[in-house]
């Protein structure tokens, strides 16, 4: 038996987990019709099948009709969620693997405006500014028909053969019954702690009342909210010996901080650049005052972490959900003796992110997550072995580099830079995104285990690739900032490369203009801060910077509010001209002709990325496809994706990533995948 505390079994109640790591519940947004359905089972039960030893699905499972979902739950109030429950834990059951699931009441944290229609329900009237309702205050039937509801959610999971649940009392109705900061109700459910306490333990009472002694019961709860008036150390630590003490309870999970704001919330999941596993610490006192068997998971994104957390005593159960998003294979390789194979968590949260904009969990750099029934995440021999060349090692160009050489390729790639990285490698000088060059580093190291040639330094033209007789060719040339959209005065304008790559030296009244809402605009206006100078950032959309998404703004509305930067939205960047020493900046706006003139000593304007594909159309009619993609056959998984409109030339050719359209890193990587699978 292997001697890594990671690999020890951990006894919990009369189930024995076969290792130390699980994945803590979340919620992928994957369910249909609130069912978590095959895309559902199948995200979960690659996991499984990889040495997992519990899945702590739903992120959470929604117990009430007027819980409606905030980002697509599970709705475990309908009785039809037993069957899909049942499938899910049997596949993971089968590998070896518990199941859990994490059940809620939402409380304020949702919205009135969806759903039923039903009014959101809380102790107290208070909005929460994330999902901004206004809450009802509760009555004496709301609560005892929730606290049935609990009973009745529960009792479906059991039927479906799960071997717990997991109550959330952070930031949901329970929580917002034990903070002081959101219970506004008298006694006996408000006021003290016992009367704030009374409505959660209803819930445990009541459940156990229904499932009996022997299933699991968890909560995972924030034993100190880190805010004036809120739950404090002291406090959460009595809830905790309270909870053990009760009887009723079988584990802790333990979370510090709120989740109410996007900041706070970026607190509890901390995004890359902030400290990893900054509550391990607090979660292991818990554990050390308590005594109860301890889970715990905030940014433990790589082995040596998690291995510490479990050696040191300080859980016994450790989360490592987001990393396991990058890599479900983490357990396998830890047992195989390959960590240094395990594609690493950059922190990106792109995966949070989308979630909380509505949209499906997906990681930055892993694009089979969530596609696990259509991409694989190990890569199939090729059943014919080609040449391959590839233009260009951005995180795209190493993709395809990576896909063909698994698939057993013959690769080539060709880099006009001395170094790979593309925008990535630009995005990395930031020391807060340092952590986004491991998307490169980790596919490098997989080319050279897999003798893909680079040739760096290198300007691919026609000639130089049609000289090594590919029969694929690749473009992943990326592309250049797009610097024509004003009406007048494009030369004066600077880009945000120009500011990143230190071509140019930052003003000290600046305006960067962001008509494309991502990365670039606020790294510059950081670089432009540090400096020294000051930056307005300005906008023609109602928001600045939708591209970038809750989480990921935090650290920079934190380092640029500090400067006193300006945040100008619904206004348009119209012409430059040059005013003695300064430039003359005309600013509209697209709600009406109003135009003001301004000062401004540099304009940095942020317009996207516009393909360098002169390449792609120099060997376009050289190819057998010329260019041409079925798209048809190549989201449907099956049938020829390069049309053969000119058989007896050399290659089929492709673009990926900016060489095509101005996208994200994500976009280019997957391209990537599912193009390189197909031949």
């Not at 969806?114 to 509760?138: C, I, Q, T, V, Y």
Request: with cysteine; glycine share 8%; net charge negative.
């Amino acid at each position: 038996m292997s001697r890594d505390a990671l690999l020890q079994p951990y006894q919990l109640k009369h189930l024995t987990l076969k290792n130390r790591i699980m994945t803590t519940s979340h919620e992928p947004a994957y369910p249909e019709d609130g069912m978590p359905t095959e895309r559902y089972r199948a995200y979960h039960e690659v996991r499984a099948k990889a040495g997992v030893a519990m899945t702590m699905t739903a992120g959470s499972a929604v117990v009430s009709r007027d819980s409606p979902p905030a980002f697509n739950n599970i709705l475990a109030y309908k009785d039809e969620v037993v069957r899909w429950m049942a499938e899910l834990t049997d596949a993971c059951h089968t590998h070896g693997c518990a199941v859990m699931i994490q059940l809620t009441h939402l409380g304020r944290r949702t919205g009135w405006n969806k759903g039923d229609w039903l009014p959101s329900l809380s102790p107290s009237h208070d909005r929460e500014p994330a999902h901004r309702a206004f809450a009802k205050k509760m009555e004496d039937f709301d609560i005892a028909r929730i606290v049935s509801d609990y009973a009745d959610a529960a009792e479906r999971m059991q039927a479906a053969g799960l071997d717990g649940i997991e109550l959330q009392a952070y930031g949901h109705l329970i929580d917002q019954f034990w903070s002081p900061m959101t219970n506004r109700m008298d006694a006996p459910f408000g006021g003290n702690l016992d009367n704030r306490l009374r409505f959660g333990f209803m819930v445990l009472d009541a459940i156990r009342d229904r499932v009996g002694r022997d299933f699991i019961i968890g909560v995972r709860y924030t034993a100190d909210e880190v805010e004036k008036g809120g739950i404090t150390e002291a406090e959460g630590l009595e809830i905790a010996r309270r909870l053990r003490d009760s009887g009723q309870v079988d584990f802790l999970n333990i979370i510090r901080g709120r989740i109410h704001t996007d900041p706070a919330m970026t607190d509890v999941i901390p995004v890359q650049g902030m400290k990893s596993a900054p509550h391990l610490d607090f979660a292991g006192r818990v554990r050390a005052e308590v005594g109860m068997p301890t889970f715990h998971a905030a940014r433990i994104p790589d082995v040596a972490t998690a291995r510490h957390a479990v050696a040191s005593g300080l859980l016994d159960m450790v989360g490592m959900t987001r990393a396991h998003m990058a890599d479900p294979m983490i357990v396998a390789k830890i047992r195989a003796g390959r960590e240094e194979d395990i594609r690493p968590c950059v922190g990106a949260t792109y995966c949070l992110d989308r979630i909380y904009q509505a949209g499906e969990a997906l990681c930055i750099h892993n694009p089979a997550t969530g596609r696990e029934l259509s991409m694989p995440h190990v890569i199939p021999t090729a059943e014919t072995r080609r040449r391959a060349v590839i233009v260009g090692t951005g995180p795209g160009g190493l993709e395809a580099a990576r896909v063909a050489a698994e698939r057993g390729h013959d690769v080539t790639v060709l880099e006009a830079a001395p170094e790979p990285g593309g925008q990535v490698r630009l995005t990395a000088q930031s020391r807060r995104r340092a952590e986004m060059i491991g998307i490169i580093d980790w596919r490098m190291a997989q080319c050279a285990a897999r003798d893909v040639t680079f040739w760096f330094n290198t300007f691919a033209d026609a000639d130089a690739v049609t000289a090594l007789a590919p029969d694929m060719v690749v473009i992943a040339t990326g592309g250049l900032p797009e610097v024509t959209v004003l009406e007048t005065g494009n030369d004066l304008a600077i880009t945000a490369w120009d500011i990143l790559t230190g071509d140019v030296r930052p003003g000290d009244n600046v305006l960067i203009y962001d008509d494309a809402g991502d990365h670039p605009a606020l790294m510059a206006a950081e670089a432009i801060a540090q400096a020294g100078g000051r930056v307005e950032i300005m906008t023609r959309d109602r928001s600045f910077a939708p591209e970038i998404m809750g989480m990921n703004l935090v650290p920079y509305m934190r380092a640029l509010q500090k400067t006193g930067a300006v945040f100008t939205v619904a206004r348009t960047l119209k012409s430059l001209v040059r005013s003695g020493n300064q430039l003359e900046a005309a600013i509209g706006t697209d709600y009406s002709d109003l135009v003001e003139k301004r000062l401004y000593d540099q304009v940095v304007v942020n317009q996207g990325i516009l393909p360098l594909d002169d390449l792609y159309f120099d060997l376009k009619p050289l190819s057998r496809n010329l260019g041409a993609v079925d798209y048809e056959a190549l989201v449907g998984g099956s049938g020829p994706v390069f049309p053969q409109s000119v058989p007896e030339a050399g290659f089929d050719l492709y673009r990926i990533g900016d060489a095509v359209s101005s996208r994200n890193t994500h976009a280019a990587i997957y391209d990537a995948l599912r193009l390189g699978l197909r031949w």
